[in-house]
């Protein structure tokens, strides 16, 4: 069956950084589309970005553009977040999706397999 399994997630003081990562398997990795959302507490979920099964297209929710980038590595069957210059309202559970396909990469009803996620936390 397919599993994605974040890691990476914690505290960390605004202003910092975190690198998430997401290990997949079950699935032909490098034929899906990955992206990570997150959600807050009381909140609606929040596409963050996404990548092409080449990596060679990337999208990136307004909020997080410019201080995250997503990149993967298909021969790990792994996609990672790296996420710099944190803020408190970065807080949330962040999950990883995979789609079969490209259409629509900023929607959550586009993915077909999700991970239970990560917590993180970031403190002003």
């Known amino acids: 069956q397919v599993q994605l399994v974040e890691s990476g997630g914690g505290l960390v003081q605004a202003g910092g950084s975190l690198r998430l990562s997401c290990a997949a398997s079950?699935?032909?990795?490098?034929?899906?589309?990955m992206a990570w959302f997150r959600q807050a507490p009381g909140k609606e979920r929040e596409f963050v970005a996404a990548i092409t099964w080449s990596g060679g297209s990337t999208y990136y929710g307004s909020s997080v553009k410019g201080r995250f980038t997503i990149s993967r590595d298909n021969a790990k069957n792994t996609v990672y977040l790296q996420m710099n210059t944190l803020k408190p309202e970065d807080t949330a559970i962040y999950s990883c999706?995979?789609?079969?396909?490209?259409?629509?990469?900023?929607?959550?009803?586009?993915?077909?397999?999700w991970g239970q996620g990560t917590q993180v936390t970031v403190s002003s």
């Open positions: 079950g699935l032909t990795f490098s034929t899906y589309t």
């Open positions: 999706a995979a789609a079969r396909t490209s259409y629509r990469p900023s929607y959550a009803d586009s993915y077909d397999y």
